[in-house]
């Protein structure tokens, strides 16, 4: 005699997929957009050797920028150098963005 099972339960899988929900992406202002010595809401580059402004480009409409809604870890990928690293909404401030001189 067999033991009869349910077709639910065959063939399916016994872990859940993996998705990325606690971390977010965030648009960031383009360098050519940026101008010399004015203020701008973001973090700065992780990367050492570039530490520039990672500015957060504004949202339609006036509302808050890029709000992530509850999670605290954003990705963000530099437009300067183009490191891409972990940073958390609750440390972004006002930076002044400076240029570096090439060379």
Same mark, same amino acid.
């Given at each position: 005699?067999s033991?009869?099972r349910?077709?639910k339960?065959?063939?399916?899988?016994?872990?859940?997929?993996?998705?990325?929900?606690?971390?977010?992406?965030?648009?960031?202002?383009?360098?050519?957009?940026?101008?010399p010595?004015?203020?701008y809401?973001g973090?700065?580059? &992780?990367?050492?050797? /570039? #530490?520039?402004?990672?500015?957060?480009?504004p +949202?339609?409409a *006036?509302?808050?920028?890029g709000?992530?809604?509850?999670?605290d870890?954003?990705?963000? &990928?530099?437009?300067? /150098? #183009?490191?891409?690293n972990?940073?958390?909404w +609750?440390?972004? *401030?006002?930076?002044?963005?400076?240029?570096?001189?090439?060379?």
């Amino acid at each position: 005699m067999s033991i009869k099972r349910t077709s639910k339960s065959i063939g399916t899988a016994a872990r859940k997929p993996v998705t990325a929900s606690g971390v977010r992406h965030v648009d960031v202002v383009a360098p050519r957009q940026m101008v010399p010595a004015d203020l701008y809401s973001g973090w700065l580059c &992780k990367n050492k050797p /570039c #530490g520039l402004v990672i500015a957060i480009a504004p +949202s339609q409409a *006036g509302s808050k920028p890029g709000s992530p809604g509850g999670e605290d870890q954003i990705v963000i &990928k530099c437009p300067h /150098c #183009g490191d891409e690293n972990l940073y958390r909404w +609750s440390t972004r *401030g006002e930076h002044k963005y400076t240029l570096t001189s090439a060379g």
